[in-house]
């Protein structure tokens, strides 16, 4: 049977790891993988993290199945976190799934069966697995305009424009913070325009939080999804634990959707449960417990938010020393948008001839699109990464 079978294009990300880890030299720089590292270049597990987990081997008393749903306390801590006392909870319902990427999964599997086929926009760029969950799902992937490759801001009229043309049989994938790939996010202003676009279009937000806390705070982060949620009937949340808990691995995240009514959300929330079992079940619990232990407990909340804030601090100091250094050293504002931008990365705009340079030459991996991880930014190293990009695209 499997004789049928072509071989699957491979992983860039991944096959960038494995050049970089093959690369000898000892000066090389990763920029390209997206997950969070510290000064030593180490992705640390967070000590309220830690905590939990000791406290969860300590106390722990079943492994029973969990239920489709997931581990209740954590749906209601992510509820709390994400969006406070913002809406009625009648109107919304939470289901755990394993990663952002698993709520994605199961989040558009519910579009499809409200809208079989319906067509999803996304930023251009966006994230590149949003498209294959999308068509996977059985759904039609459009993009609306969003990064400017001049300003490396966002363009937002352009965006709002095509945003205005949408109907209510459309969805709209949005970041609700620190937008992947590019770091160029919109502004309070901004969000407060498309939530009123999609409040009189009648066009489905469906936003993707795979990074809260990592722009400017819980709370700033929180603006554009707590602003878009309060003015439309309906919406959809993908909520990711794999960042701001450091617990990529655990493949922890939430799936929220709102309805109209408490009767609408029962009935949408059963179809999310039936998608769930007919696929993997049920979710694991481990990084379900260890949030929910977490939120719960005053002393190990505030332990986890100092850690959050030192990680999101420290990319806000290596975006300023970078953009710095480079304006010093071309006595140009070339590259003060890395300073603006939020959130892990921020996409150069550099031609993929300029980033295969910087490889060879200097051992500076980043993403082909010229998408660097800020947090691999060695701060030592901030000088010589700014000489070898000004030479590079000399
Ligand atoms: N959405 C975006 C925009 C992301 O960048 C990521 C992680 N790279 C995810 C969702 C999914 O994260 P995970 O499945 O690891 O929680």
Redesign the pocket.
């Known amino acids: 049977m499997f004789e049928t079978l072509t071989k699957a294009p491979g992983d860039k990300i991944l096959a960038l790891m494995g050049e970089y880890a093959a690369d000898p030299r000892p000066t090389k720089i990763d920029l390209g993988v ?1 997950v969070y590292k510290d000064e030593a270049g180490v992705t640390p597990i967070m000590s309220a993290v830690k905590k939990a987990e000791q406290r969860i081997l300590a106390q722990g008393k079943t492994k029973t199945y969990l239920g489709i749903a997931g581990n209740k306390g954590f749906g209601a801590a992510v509820l709390d976190l994400v969006l406070g006392d913002t809406l009625d909870r009648s109107r919304v319902r939470i289901a755990q799934a394993p ?4 709520s ?1 999964w199961v989040l558009m599997q519910l579009v499809n069966r409200a809208r079989p086929g319906a067509t999803i926009w996304v930023s251009d760029p966006t ?1 590149p697995n949003h498209n294959p969950i999308a068509e996977n799902s059985g759904l039609v992937v459009k993009t609306y305009p969003y990064f400017d490759a001049e300003t490396r801001g966002v363009r937002f009229e352009e965006m709002l424009a095509t945003l205005d043309g949408l109907g209510k049989d459309d969805v709209v994938l949005l ?1 609700g913070c620190c937008h ?1 790939p590019t770091g160029a996010n919109l502004t309070n202003a901004q969000w407060d325009q498309v939530a009123a676009s999609l409040a009189k279009t009648g066009a489905l937000p469906f936003i ?1 939080l ?1 990074y809260l806390g990592f722009g400017d705070g819980l709370a700033a982060d929180a603006y554009g999804t707590l602003k878009v949620v309060s003015a439309v009937p309906e919406a959809l949340i ?1 909520f ?1 634990g ?1 960042k701001n808990f450091g617990l ?1 691995r655990e ?1 922890i ?1 939430a799936a929220i959707l709102i309805a109209r009514d408490a009767a609408q959300a029962d009935i949408t929330q059963s179809q999310l449960l039936n998608i769930i079992r007919g696929s993997y079940s049920q979710p694991p619990d481990h990084g379900a417990e260890i949030i929910r232990t977490i939120l719960e407990d005053a002393e190990l909340r505030s332990e986890w938010e100092a850690e959050l804030d030192l990680m999101r601090n420290r990319m806000i100091r290596l975006r300023e020393k970078l953009s710095t250094a480079i304006r010093t050293k071309s006595n140009a504002a070339d590259f003060d948008f890395i300073a603006a931008h939020r959130g892990m990365f921020s996409l150069l705009g550099l031609e993929n001839a300029v980033v295969e340079h910087l490889k060879a030459a200097n051992g500076i991996y980043m993403i082909g699109d010229s998408r660097i991880n800020v947090a691999g930014i060695p701060e030592d190293r901030v000088d010589d990464l700014a000489e070898a990009m000004l030479a590079a695209i000399k």
Do not use: P, Q
Not at 99 to 102: D, E, F, I, K, R
């Open positions: 997206g990663g952002g990427t698993g994605l994230w970041h992947n993707d795979a993908a990711s794999s990529y493949r995240g």
